[in-house]
Each structure stands twice: as structure tokens, then as C-alpha cells.
């Protein structure tokens, strides 16, 4: 299927940055202060458990909460890509239109990349996703997957209709992929060897062999169904790792 789509290079949020800030600023109340009395007692020192970090390692290449700025960001006619709630959130406004961005201009080779996708679609046939080995614009590996519980594993090319490598060139249905849950963690294997796969919330759903692309930007992305504005995403810890 044909795609219609746009790049938001990492230097976008550059010139942006001051205004995702302002957007992330909070504040509130006061509470009063409570005179509260508390008798004197002496109590052991308490033993403190270190536990290591969730994220980390040697094999990590990049993690991200989205606390901060570095994502590409922009706003147009036909979508939204902005940092909101310490999340970047992909708003759709035109169906059928397929929107993503990048953390940095860096190439990435041999690579599994996983992110939360925090779903708020009306739309049940937007599909969201990670992208990894984009050599230039339409040209890469995607991994996505719909509250439908559909998924597949696609290749742009450019000047040519996208494949999907996976079940005969349709969506796919995996019982493995809740229906019309509010969050999907989406991860996906690029080997050096071709091979892709996916997951999702840490289950393989499916796989796929192909070697004309080995190496290129990652980046995260949302496609919209038939509904126009139907598609509403926001992705949260996203994390890049060097595969063994």
C-alpha cells in the first residue's frame, strides 16, 4: 500500500524547545503549614537496599523518557508531533497519512528498540509503531500494530508501493496483541543478519527476513485509518539496545 508522509528531523525541536517547555510548566497551592508535635525517640539507623536501575546496562545506546527535548516536533495541516505530559504525542489529523520522528541523525546498525505507546485513537485502525534502518525519507523497516490487535512488519522503498513482510503482504492478527488497550509496549529486533522481529508487551509476535537495508536512523511513528483526527498516540521510555 501506498503511504503518504512526512519527515520531522531532531533539529525541528530545537527551534521549538522554548515552547515545549512552556507547555510542560506546571505549578499549584500551597499547603498550609501543620504544627504537628512529635516526642523524641532514638531509632536504629535504617538499611538502605540499593536497587539498580530499570534502564542501563553497556548494550545501551539510547533511552529516552521524554522528560526533555531532542525529538523532532512540528505541526501542520495534516499532523501534530509535540512533546505534551512528558510524552511526545502524534496527533492525525488526515486519514490514510502516515507521520514519524527521529531522536538524532545517528546510524544505527544490529539493534532492538522497544517504547510504551499510549493509545488514545478513536479510530481502532490507527496503527503506531517503531522504525528502525531508515536510510532516507521512505526508505526503512516499520513494526506496527493497531487496537485491533493487528500487526505488521512493512518495508518502504522508494518510488515503490510499501511490502508488508509478514502474512503475505496483509495486517495480521495475533491473539498475543490486546484489543483496544490504553497502552502497548512495541519492540522490535533488526539483526544484522535481516532479520526483524516483533513484540509486543515482551511477547514475539512475529518475524521476518529481509537485507537490503543493514543500518539507519530509528525512529517512532503513528498511521492513521479511514477516520480523519481518528489517530491520537503518546510514547513514553523509549529505549535503543545493541543486539548481541
Not at 510504551?116 to 516499520?142: E, H, K, R
Not at 510499501?162 to 484489543?179: A, E, K, R
Not at 544484522?192 to 537490503?212: C, E, K, P
Request: net charge negative.
Amino acid at each position: 500500500m501506498k503511504i503518504s508522509s512526512r519527515i520531522l528531523f531532531a533539529i525541528a525541536a530545537l527551534a521549538l524547545a522554548a515552547l515545549a517547555c512552556q507547555a510542560l510548566t506546571g505549578g499549584g497551592q500551597e499547603s498550609p503549614p501543620v504544627d504537628v508535635s512529635v516526642p523524641t525517640v532514638d531509632l536504629p539507623e535504617p538499611t538502605v537496599e540499593i536497587i539498580p536501575p530499570i534502564f542501563g546496562g553497556s548494550d545501551v545506546l539510547l533511552n529516552d523518557d521524554f522528560s526533555s527535548s531532542s525529538w523532532g516536533t512540528g505541526t501542520d495541516a495534516d499532523s501534530s508531533v509535540e512533546y505534551a505530559n512528558e510524552a511526545l504525542q502524534f496527533i492525525v489529523f488526515t486519514d490514510n497519512y502516515f507521520v514519524w520522528s527521529t531522536p538524532d541523525a545517528e546510524d544505527y546498525s544490529n539493534v532492538h528498540l522497544e517504547v510504551t505507546a499510549l493509545n488514545n485513537s478513536t479510530d481502532p485502525d490507527a496503527a503506531f509503531g517503531v522504525i528502525c534502518n531508515m536510510q532516507i525519507t521512505n526508505v526503512s523497516y516499520y513494526f506496527a500494530v493497531n487496537a485491533n490487535g493487528q500487526y505488521a512488519i512493512g518495508k518502504s522503498s522508494l518510488a515503490l508501493d510499501d511490502v508488508f513482510l509478514t502474512n503475505n503482504d496483509q495486517w495480521g492478527d495475533s491473539s498475543l496483541i490486546p484489543q483496544n488497550a490504553s497502552s502497548y509496549r512495541v519492540g522490535a529486533d533488526c539483526g544484522s543478519d535481516g532479520t526483524l522481529t516483533l513484540y509486543v508487551n515482551g511477547q514475539q509476535i512475529d518475524s521476518a527476513t529481509d537485507t537490503d537495508y543493514t543500518s539507519g536512523n530509528v525512529a517512532l511513528f503513528t498511521w492513521s485509518g479511514k477516520e480523519p483526527a481518528g489517530a491520537d498516540v503518546s510514547f513514553d521510555d523509549f529505549e535503543l539496545k545493541e543486539l548481541p
